[in-house]
């Protein structure tokens, strides 16, 4: 009798220890904001031209597509103690990059600015792992403004 108890017990333990994980996931989830799998914006790359200039990179995801993201390069100039946004373009097209490459790891394939005025900036992020990178696009930072280059 005795065995059939600890067994009894046991399957209890178990089945209760496995409800409490299920509730505390789906707690988890809800509280990540209504199961959304991975934040709107994510910082990828980042540059300091001197104490001018800073340059960054962030992925937007898509309102539309969960896969699909656009990349926002910014651009700020310290004014008064504090950095301020002075100017901003979207690298490629609008969506046109894919969310989860773009904010994995060896999402940012080349990041190159230099400390001059004007500042040349060449990007190359990876489209997916088996495509490979994107060809550079660059860029020409002048006065805090972004200019094709």
């Known amino acids: 009798m005795s ?8 399957v209890a333990t178990a089945a209760c220890a496995l409800l409490m994980a299920i509730g505390l996931g789906a707690a988890e989830a809800g509280a990540s904001g209504a199961g959304t799998a991975a934040p709107r914006t994510r910082l990828i790359a980042s540059s300091a031209l001197g104490s001018d200039y ?3 990179l962030t992925a937007l995801r898509s309102a539309q597509d969960p896969y699909a993201a656009s990349v926002r390069l910014q651009v700020y100039t310290h004014t008064k103690g504090a950095w301020k946004e002075s100017d901003r ?19 940012v394939c080349e990041f190159s600015t230099a400390s001059t005025e004007p500042a040349p900036l060449s990007v190359s992020l990876l489209i997916t792992p ?9 860029y020409v930072v002048k006065q805090g403004k972004v200019f094709a280059g």
Not at 89 to 107: N, R
Not at 130 to 138: E, M
């Open 89 to 107: 373009v979207t690298v490629g097209e609008a969506d046109g990059w894919f969310w989860y490459p773009l904010t994995g790891s060896g999402a």
């Open 130 to 138: 088996s495509i490979g990178c994107s060809r550079p696009t660059h």
């Open 54 to 56: 800073k340059v960054t």
């Open 3 to 10: 065995i059939v108890r600890t067994h009894v017990r046991g």
